[in-house]
């Protein structure tokens, strides 16, 4: 009932910067926190940023000063920026959201999307 896609992955060199995208669709009431996850290879999948209805954000201390999420409740999407790659950013990246669906009675939903790659090349 709650569809996510991401976008924006791709290769790009240490230093450079991409910005990925993950718009979120169904029968939505409210959404209340979306974040942005990671999995390495060989590697739990780790929070790497956060942001709620409020838009208060939390990140992961590898990434605090390099990367902004953000969110446009409008579209219902979420962005990262992501500034500063280093070659250890590289995973698959997630997207999460989480909130209430239109249904009666009403449900709470915790959707995922398929994953995006984003390589840093040293």
């Known amino acids: 009932q709650v569809q996510l896609v991401e976008s924006g992955g791709g290769l790009v060199q240490a230093g450079g910067s991409l910005r990925l995208a993950c718009v979120v669709s169904?029968?939505?009431?409210?959404?209340?926190?979306m974040g942005w996850y990671r999995q390495a290879p060989g590697e739990q999948r780790e929070l790497v940023a956060r942001i709620g209805s409020g838009s208060s954000t939390i990140y992961a201390d590898s990434v605090k000063g390099r990367f902004t999420i953000s969110r446009d409740n409008a579209k219902n999407t979420a962005y990262l920026q992501m500034n500063s790659l280093k070659p250890e950013d590289t995973a698959v990246y997630y997207c999460?959201?989480?909130?209430?669906?239109?249904?009666?009675?009403?449900?709470?939903?915790?959707?995922w999307g398929q994953g995006t790659q984003v390589t840093v090349s040293s």
């Open positions: 169904g029968s939505i009431f409210s959404m209340n926190t």
């Open positions: 999460n959201a989480r909130g209430y669906l239109a249904t009666m009675p009403v449900n709470n939903f915790d959707s």
